[in-house]
Each structure stands twice: as structure tokens, then as C-alpha cells.
């Protein structure tokens, strides 16, 4: 248990479909990103939210549209996606105060986009 | 441009050896470099992290040098058990900011 709670585990959704990522920190951390996993490649940092505010977008194409209602909570909107958006989609949070670079994960979001 | 990389996809030990996993940075202005761990099923897990102004850092059964001159970092890992079984990754902090940059992994295997 790592305090970060990530739903679904798992989804399979088509091209057309709209779904929606969430996670959960329990840490009272202030700090949250969205990381993507594919196979054979690096971890690829996409939003990260500091006090609710976005502090980061890594180029990530409009069809992910990240929302941090509070500092607890962080969700990714999925829209007309294609299937290389399969991945595993991995939530993290962190405390704004330490600069070491050590981050909180959830265990994914596994998605397949048939 | 900045990278992080992996000598080896793939390292398998004998239960009880020592674990050497090695990892190339190319940035020179990150300020931690960090080690994670990722079981099957799971997100990485913070191991241990040494500040670039430090050449060494031991753990409960970890060690992390840093040698700048080479631009290396390397994770060893003392009489390695079957829950160490896991991939491995190198990351650095160079954003000031959280910006963690993840390489790509090294797997561990290690045989009963």
C-alpha cells in the first residue's frame, strides 16, 4: 500500500469511447503527475499538478486532458484515442517540499484502445 | 538531447550474490539521482536517491555511488533474495521541481 489509489486497474475502451482515469493520494502530498508506460520504453512524465495548478505539460496530445479538482485527488479525461495510447498509465504524487526527486505511485492504470 | 540510459535489459544472479546494476546519465546538472524498483503488477518504488554532490550512499542492503567524472551511477544490491526479483530503474532530478527523468530499466532475475 502505497497511498496512492489508482481506478480502473484496467480498461478497455475503442477509439470512440470517452473514459475517464482516477487517483487518490493519501499523503497530504501537494504535488501529483501523470506518468505513461509503455512496453520496452522509459517512463514518460505527461502532466504534473503542484497545488492544483498545472505546472507541466510534456507536450501530451489534446485527446488527454488531465483535471486536478484538489490537492488530493488527479484524473486523466481519455477521448478518441488511438490504440499506441495503450500503456499503463501510472499516478504519483510528492511532497513539494523535498527536491530529491522521490515519488509516490499508485500500481496503474492498465489501458487498452481497441 | 538529456538522457538517462541502461547498460543491460537483463541481469539474472544466484540467490545470496551480490547485484551490481549500472545506469549512464548524460545531465549534468541533475541534483538527485534516484533508484526505482518495479515488481510485476506494481508502480515503481522510491529505493534510494544520492545527491550529486555526493559520491556514495548506503541503504539497508543498498548502495548507490555516483562517480561524475563518467557520468555513472550504479545500484548494489548485497546477497540479493528472490523479492529482489524486479526491474530496475535509474531516474535523475533535474527540474528543480519534481521533473524526474526515468531510463529504461533493467531487469533482475534471480535464480534459486
Known amino acids: 500500500e502505497t497511498g496512492v489509489t489508482q481506478t480502473p486497474r484496467h480498461l478497455v475502451m475503442g477509439m470512440t469511447n470517452k473514459k475517464s482515469l482516477k487517483c487518490e493520494q493519501h499523503?497530504?502530498?501537494?504535488?501529483m503527475y501523470w506518468y505513461k508506460q509503455s512496453a520496452k520504453k522509459p517512463l514518460e512524465l505527461m502532466f504534473v499538478?503542484?497545488?492544483?495548478?498545472?505546472?507541466e505539460n510534456n507536450s501530451v496530445p489534446s485527446r488527454f486532458s488531465p483535471e486536478c479538482p484538489n490537492s488530493s485527488h488527479l484524473f486523466l479525461h481519455l477521448h478518441t484515442l488511438q490504440p499506441e495510447d495503450s500503456a499503463l498509465y501510472l499516478c504519483?504524487?510528492?511532497?513539494?517540499?523535498?527536491?530529491?526527486?522521490?515519488?509516490?505511485f499508485g500500481e496503474g492504470s492498465r489501458l487498452t484502445v481497441l | 538531447g538529456e538522457s538517462v540510459g541502461l547498460h543491460l535489459p537483463t541481469l539474472s544472479v544466484q540467490e545470496g550474490d551480490n547485484s551490481i546494476i549500472n545506469c549512464a546519465y548524460s545531465?549534468?546538472?541533475?541534483?538527485?539521482f534516484i533508484w526505482y524498483k518495479q515488481e510485476s503488477g506494481k508502480g515503481p518504488q522510491f529505493i534510494i536517491d544520492?545527491?550529486?554532490?555526493?559520491d556514495k550512499r548506503q541503504g539497508q542492503r543498498v548502495t548507490v555511488l555516483l562517480n561524475k567524472t563518467v557520468k555513472h551511477l550504479s545500484l548494489q544490491i548485497a546477497a540479493t533474495q528472490p523479492g529482489d526479483s524486479a526491474v530496475y530503474f535509474c531516474?535523475?532530478?533535474?527540474?528543480?521541481?519534481?521533473?524526474?527523468?526515468f531510463g529504461t530499466g533493467t531487469k533482475l532475475q534471480v535464480i534459486p
Open positions: 499538478y503542484n497545488f492544483k495548478e498545472q505546472t
Open positions: 544520492i545527491r550529486s554532490n555526493m
Open positions: 531516474a535523475e532530478n533535474s527540474g528543480g521541481y519534481q521533473k524526474v527523468t
Open positions: 504519483a504524487s510528492s511532497d513539494h517540499r523535498a527536491n530529491t526527486g522521490e515519488l509516490f
Open positions: 545531465n549534468s546538472a541533475s541534483d538527485y
Open positions: 499523503l497530504g502530498h501537494n504535488a
